[in-house]
């Protein structure tokens, strides 16, 4: 195969949704038993997001891209060439320990709890170094001097940054937040339907828009106090 030929960027794979949204129902499963039918929506939420929160981190979706890299050095007359194919992969995660009080918004007059998430944060990439493939021509004046070396830094520094942009690219980000959303939604809205209540959980990032009124958080017991309550009934 010749450099030339080869593709500058190419996404090879993407998508293994819900790493962890298994733990999370985990928690949720936990969170439902703490509560009987008629438990008012508000204190349901506090409990939940205590849940959610155990579980400290989220990894909802993760990519597979590659990124095809040449760099050139021309010295003495001479030049030498080197292409780099480099597979990577990218974990999106969320800091679910993050959230707290003020991004729930308990809307009474539709049912809907709307939950507000921190950014979606990027973790790598971590190169797969069984499939890194290498070209290079030009093997006089890699012989004679260290453009060899030269040439491979400049290609693992470009490779990185290549596959950071891709994982960064609008579809894979909207993919990564979307799986996010569904994952949190459904941690909140189990204990919720376990309750008896029938309400509508909407999750949303920040820079999303819509207004927030946490309002009601003002007039919602703490955990501690839901609990405690839970167990002298019991």
């Known amino acids: 195969m010749e450099p ?3 593709k500058r960027t190419a996404i090879v794979a993407a998508l293994l949704i819900g790493l962890v949204v298994g733990a999370l129902f985990v928690g949720v499963a936990r ?6 039918p008629g438990t008012d929506p508000e204190s349901i939420a506090v409990a939940s997001l205590q849940s959610v929160r155990e579980q400290a981190r989220l990894t909802p979706f993760v990519a597979r891209f590659v990124t095809v890299v040449t760099s050139t050095q021309s010295r003495f007359g001479l030049q030498a060439q080197k292409t780099l ?8 995660e969320l800091d679910l320990a993050a959230i707290d009080e003020q991004d729930l918004d308990w809307n009474a007059a539709n049912s ?10 990027i973790s790598g990439p971590e190169i797969d170094l069984s499939q890194v ?3 290079s021509g030009g093997g006089v004046l890699m012989a004679l001097t260290d453009a060899e070396k030269t040439l ?7 490779g990185q940054q ?3 942009e891709q994982a960064k690219a609008p579809v894979a980000m909207r993919m990564a937040r979307d799986a996010a959303k569904a994952a949190v939604e459904r941690s909140f809205a189990l204990p919720l339907r376990a309750a008896g209540i029938e309400a509508t959980v909407v999750t949303r990032f920040a820079d999303e828009g819509g207004s927030r009124d946490p309002s ?3 007039r919602s017991r703490r955990v501690e106090d839901v609990l405690s309550e839970r167990q002298k009934e019991r």
């Open 133 to 135: 493939q290498e070209y």
């Open 152 to 158: 491979d830094m400049a290609n693992r520094r470009r």
């Open 85 to 92: 194919i480099m597979p990577g992969t990218v974990r999106y």
């Open 31 to 36: 969170v439902s038993d703490w509560f009987d």
């Open 112 to 121: 809907t709890l709307t939950v507000t998430l921190p950014p979606i944060e």
């Open 162 to 164: 290549s596959l950071l």
């Open 216 to 218: 009601w958080m003002d």
């Open 4 to 6: 030339r030929r080869v």
